[in-house]
């Protein structure tokens, strides 16, 4: 977890392999959950922060679907664009699977 967001954007994944990619915005942070259910120990990251933008790297099933509409709810209201980055994998369970596909 981010103990001082330092930068504009933030890359959020499940796993690291998912964040530190070479589609991965540069000069952003990471936040890896490790699973999906800990989405809610994010919030206090974006209660005081100056992030523009969210990149979401998550899974492509249920708890993915789950997840992102959550973080979506829970940094509604904010000035934070949300940006859901399943698309760079159609038909991969996750970012990992695609680069292992490569």
Same mark, same amino acid.
């Given at each position: 977890?981010?103990?001082?967001?330092?930068?504009?954007?933030?890359?959020?994944?499940?796993?690291? #392999?998912?964040? /530190?990619?070479?589609?991965?915005?540069? !000069?952003?942070?990471?936040? +890896?959950?490790?699973?999906?259910?800990?989405?809610?120990?994010?919030?206090?990251?974006?209660?005081n922060t100056h992030y523009l933008s969210v990149y979401?790297?998550?899974?492509?099933?249920?708890?993915?679907?789950? #997840?992102?509409? /959550?973080?979506?709810?829970?940094?509604? !209201?904010?000035?934070?664009? +949300?940006?859901?980055?399943?698309?760079l994998y159609p038909g991969y369970k996750d970012f990992?699977?695609?680069?292992?596909?490569?």
């Amino acid at each position: 977890m981010l103990s001082q967001p330092s930068r504009e954007k933030v890359c959020l994944g499940k796993e690291k #392999a998912e964040n /530190k990619n070479y589609r991965s915005p540069r !000069g952003a942070d990471y936040i +890896i959950l490790n699973s999906v259910a800990l989405y809610e120990r994010i919030k206090p990251v974006f209660g005081n922060t100056h992030y523009l933008s969210v990149y979401l790297y998550l899974d492509s099933d249920k708890a993915g679907d789950e #997840a992102t509409t /959550k973080i979506q709810t829970l940094l509604s !209201g904010t000035n934070i664009s +949300i940006k859901d980055k399943r698309t760079l994998y159609p038909g991969y369970k996750d970012f990992n699977e695609y680069l292992c596909s490569l």
